[in-house]
């Protein structure tokens, strides 16, 4: 199995940015050919999918997000990035990374997830 440890959030303000980090812990070879999302989860909305990275680096994003936000992933160091630009008040929520299969779903058990706040 696999655990995600997801860090990098805090409180900025609208127009600012975060990097957020998950590292991953157990099989490189796993994490490796596995393609990672970061998922969202705002107070009383429902977990999605923000950005994908498959295992060559190709990456698709959410409509909301494309332009501003950018994945990407460092095997060595079992570790994927989201790196979030231009932030907006409604970005507000906690920070997940998983691996995704499917079209969306998760294929690992959650980390503690990282907060986001987006307030002036």
């Known amino acids: 199995q696999v655990q995600l440890v997801e860090s990098g959030g805090g409180l900025v303000q609208p127009g600012g940015s975060l990097r957020l980090s998950c590292a991953a812990s157990?099989?490189?070879?796993?994490?490796?050919?596995?393609?990672m999302g970061w998922y969202r989860q705002a107070p009383g909305k429902p977990r999605e999918l923000v950005a994908v990275?498959?295992?060559?680096?190709?990456?698709n994003y959410v409509d909301s997000v494309t332009g501003r936000f950018t994945i990407s992933r460092d095997n060595a160091k079992n570790t994927v990035y989201l790196q979030m630009n231009s932030l907006k008040p409604e970005d507000t929520a906690i920070y997940y990374c998983?691996?995704?299969?499917?079209?969306?779903?998760?294929?690992?058990?959650w980390g503690q997830g990282t907060q986001v706040t987006v307030s002036s």
């Open positions: 998983n691996a995704v299969y499917g079209s969306s779903r998760a294929a690992w058990d």
């Open positions: 157990g099989s490189m070879v796993i994490f490796s050919i596995a393609s």
């Open positions: 990275i498959t295992n060559g680096g190709s990456t």
